[in-house]
């Protein structure tokens, strides 16, 4: 099946700096991507996604990139805040695909 | 707002018992899923549903059924539990039709213990 991974299983920012989070995925059919912020106790919750026609998409202070040369998924976070502090996860599908398919997850400490 | 919810946040049974976990969905949407997540695996899909009475296996059914009676509720059984099944189970809908892919809305998990 497909693996979709992440760089790096922990990242630390200092508060009010910016946060990047990276994703790997290995299916070349893969055309729609979405990422996902889950805070302790909590259930995943939507941030951003992106189809692959797209290769850059902004939101409110976020930003995903996509590169599909490289199989490349990131999450940019500007001006990051204590209340980004969560375990982040990057999920892929393609056309024709109910289901996503899941990485493990970042989990990003925001230093005050 | 979208509003998936389950019916329990936490859940402690004995092996052997049959446990059902409910989820509900307020948007109408066509799609449910439910995804277990355990440390170091992420989130893996057990079954999802496109249409009311219908359902897909998806990468782990072993185990587990489920029910969709009605559009708006998916149910997950375990006919038996294990010591294997503790796990935070994950609900899901999305608005999608067959064959298509849309954003995921989750519910907020519940945390089942099979003693």
């Known amino acids: 099946g497909e693996s979709v991974g992440l760089h790096l299983p922990t990242l630390s920012v200092q508060e009010g700096d910016n946060s990047i989070i990276n994703c790997a995925y290995s299916?070349?059919?893969?055309?729609?991507f979405i990422w996902y912020k889950q805070e302790s106790g909590k259930g995943p919750q939507f941030i951003i996604d992106i189809r692959s026609n797209m290769d850059k998409r902004q939101g409110q202070r976020v930003t995903v990139l996509l590169n599909k040369t490289v199989k490349h998924l990131s999450l940019q976070i500007a001006a990051t805040q204590p209340g980004d502090s969560a375990v982040y996860f990057c999920a892929e599908s393609e056309t024709g695909a109910n289901n996503l398919f899941f990485g493990t997850g970042t989990r990003l400490t925001v230093i005050p | 707002d979208v509003k998936v919810t389950q019916s329990s946040r936490y859940l402690v049974k004995r092996t052997g018992e049959k446990v059902f976990l409910e989820c509900v969905q307020d948007m109408d949407h066509e799609n449910m899923f439910w995804y277990r997540q355990d440390p170091g695996l992420g989130l893996r899909l057990i079954y999802f549903?496109?249409?009311?009475?219908?359902?897909e296996k998806g990468d782990i059914p072993e185990g587990y059924s489920v029910s969709r009676e009605k559009k708006e509720r998916f149910s997950l059984i375990l006919e038996s539990a294990s010591t294997n099944q503790t796990s935070m189970y994950l609900c899901?809908?999305?608005?999608?039709?067959?064959?298509?892919?849309?954003?995921?809305?989750f519910g907020p998990g519940t945390r089942l213990t099979v003693l």
């Open positions: 549903s496109y249409d009311v009475k219908m359902k």
């Open positions: 899901a809908s999305s608005s999608a039709g067959q064959g298509e892919t849309d954003t995921q809305y």
């Open positions: 299916n070349s059919a893969s055309d729609y």
